[in-house]
């Protein structure tokens, strides 16, 4: 068996591509692209503390820069990018896209305001907008149906291990350097990276169109999106889900810090071990099981895709909450790795799901209609009103404030999952099985 990527002039090379060890090939650089995506993510979020001090900057505003600078163009963007790697080719937009947000990234540690730091995070967004979508297409392309959702959890572990790695590369950069230098060394690293990418990962050859076959517009996609509630439902539960996933990313750090005194400098590396043993085992096991169980209860009954995110939910939330206000580290740890795993649960099987209601060739602009509603939620709203919510209430709580936010934002959790389970039915109507 090859490692080779399949080619145009192979003979059944779609065939061959799903026996050979090259879909492995491109899974293992699609995980890696995406660990970069979340890794330059997180680092924010670790120093924040010595970033807010140095550039004086709120609570609300250090939100606005961690969600919705990013969200602004990452989400409006990732349509047409999508729609672009549908045309022109997955691995050269995922690529350039590498290259953009890894020079924003470094771009971050010349910041010297908010408004600097501001625009640099636009820039990541813009970047990082044309990874994700086409990502899950080339996926879908490699991967049959019954092994797509665990493909696509596999792809999702890039999300605890980016986020991980994030928290500790940067603890430890800032503790021994400084945080500017966090930025410049991950940002350089991705750049590194994207030649790489390039030359490892090719698309897979498109099927040969019958000479009577219809072309169908890629805009298409929409209103036939439209016509599928269970599409919406999911998105908008996986929304609430990221709202309150994304805005707990960017200030547990900072509030694990507050709430048990690790303020010093030198205790920035102990976060960082706190938080990135979290993220890494717990998130990496909550991802990988929502995929195998997916692909195992989704042949037996196709509701199982919103069944098990909604479960996961409906426990996510008060475990959060029990964690973030325990005064024990240890036992807080524990508490806090049980969420950590099932709010990541959901990626395999809603991303499988949102793939399979629509028709094949229109995967990718599927996904990026389902990132744009995702992130215009998630990264837009939910660092920012976790910040704007801890200045409001730190006059009745003052360094608290920020922890009440976070309890606030986690019940955003049982928004997700009632959404959720209200799909279930429209899910079994809606289902695309043809060309999968």
Sequence with gaps: MTTAPPTGSQTGAGAASETSRYPAVVLAMLLLVYTFNFLDRQILGILAKPIQASLNLSDGQFGMIGGTAFAILYSVLGVPL???????????????????????????????????????????????????????????????????ARALA???????????SGVLLGAYIAAMVNWQSAFFTVGIAGIVLAPVFLYVVRDRPRPVAAPDAVHVPVLSVIPILMKKPAYWLLSIGAGCSSMAGYGLALWVPKIIAVHYGWTASADLIKVGQFMAGLLLIGGTTGIFLGGVLADRLGTIDRAWYARIPAIAWLITAPMFMLGLFTPYPMLAWFLLLIPNALN????GPIVTAAQHLAPSRMRAGASGTFLLVNNLLGLGLGPWLMGALSDALKHSYGDASLRYAAIIGVSLYLVAALLALLAIKPLRRGWVEADS
């Design 154 to 164: 596999i792809y999702s572990m890039g999300i605890p291990i980016g986020l991980g």
């Design 82 to 148: 999508a729609l672009l790697a549908d045309k022109v080719g997955k691995t050269q937009v995922i690529a350039g896209s590498l290259v953009v947000w890894s020079g924003f990234t470094a771009l971050c540690g010349a910041a010297t305001g908010f408004w600097s730091l501001f625009l640099y995070r636009l820039g990541v967004g813009v970047g990082e907008a044309g990874g994700v979508a086409p990502s899950y297409a080339l996926i879908a392309d490699y991967f049959p149906v019954e092994r797509r």
């Design 344 to 347: 990541t649960l959901w990626l």
